[in-house]
């Protein structure tokens, strides 16, 4: 197996827990101060990143620490964003207008750096965004403020794809995702500083056990698995990839909130794995050639 399958494949388990921790947010951010949620989600990310890479800590030079508050930073914004958006719109519509972020990457790359795309990404994330409409327009899509707040997150996600993609030649990505997210822990605790009904020791469990989810495989998994996967893999299929993200996230409401399934779920999931089947037919070709 290529290392471009492998990271394709584990980028794939990391939508399956962004998916789930979509219900876990918004579960805890209903209740609690969404930026002390946030400090808590980093920083239990940023120290089990730390302890597992520990060797790498001796490495974070300067050039390391801009590196990391480069991508910290649309990081920052986007994570506050898609949290605050889920006190006031769906997990579903939230989850869709996310995934905006896949046309969004294609599309500041090209405005921004003045490089072409492929037209097979478009087709791809074409027929990927028509599934997530599917799957989410049968609850009705309006822009509300919640969405609204989704919706600039999803550029603050597709600005952070980019960054990362631009020091992907980096030999060793570690030491700045663990300054990636010291600056995201820093930046949610400065907020919830600022927040009146921040509450710092929650005493419901739920809350904790959210904050174990989100941190440990939602947050320092996937995360460190980005980072490394995108010295192997375009920026545009990495966020192809989180198209999975609302599928999964669907799938969840169907098992474990007993959601209706429908035809329309059905026929969106075929259409996203569709897309994905188009870009890596592309880039097959591609090789071959």
């Known amino acids: 197996m290529s290392k471009k399958h492998l990271y394709v494949g584990l980028l794939l388990l990391g939508t399956a827990f962004w998916g789930i921790s979509f219900t876990v947010v918004k579960v805890g951010v209903d209740q609690y101060s969404p930026f002390v949620f946030l400090t808590y989600k980093f920083l239990l990310a940023c120290l ?29 914004i986007a994570s506050v964003l898609q949290t605050l958006s889920l006190r006031y719109t769906s997990v579903t519509n939230a989850s869709f207008i996310t995934g905006l972020e896949v046309l969004l990457v294609p599309l500041l790359k090209l405005l921004l750096y003045r490089k072409t795309v492929q037209k097979q990404f478009w087709l791809a994330c074409g027929l990927a965004l028509g599934g997530l409409y599917l799957i989410t327009s049968q609850q009705g899509m309006h822009l509300s403020f919640g969405d609204s707040m989704a919706a600039a997150g999803a550029v ?9 993609g631009r020091y992907s030649t980096e030999s060793n990505p570690m030491p700045s995702v663990i300054v990636m997210l010291g600056v995201c822990t820093v930046g949610s605790a400065l907020l919830a500083l600022i927040d ?28 460190a698995v980005q980072n490394a996967a995108q010295r192997y893999i375009e920026e545009e299929k990495v966020a192809l990839t989180y198209l999975c993200e609302p599928l999964f ?35 097959q070709t591609h090789t071959a050639n």
């Open 48 to 76: 089990a990143i730390s302890l597992l890479f520990f060797r790498q800590l001796s490495l974070i030079t300067r050039k390391t620490l801009g590196i990391g508050l480069q991508i910290g930073l649309p990081l920052l």
């Open 156 to 164: 603050g996600f597709a600005v952070y794809v980019l960054q990362v």
């Open 196 to 223: 009146p009904t921040a509450v710092w020791v929650p005493k419901e469990t739920d809350f904790w056990w959210g904050i174990a989810f989100a941190g440990l495989p939602a947050t320092a998994y996937m995360y």
């Open 249 to 283: 996230a669907t799938t969840v409401g169907i098992v474990v909130l007993h959601e209706k399934y429908n035809e329309y779920i059905l026929l969106g999931g075929l259409l996203i794995i569709a897309g994905m089947i188009v870009l890596e037919l592309k880039i």
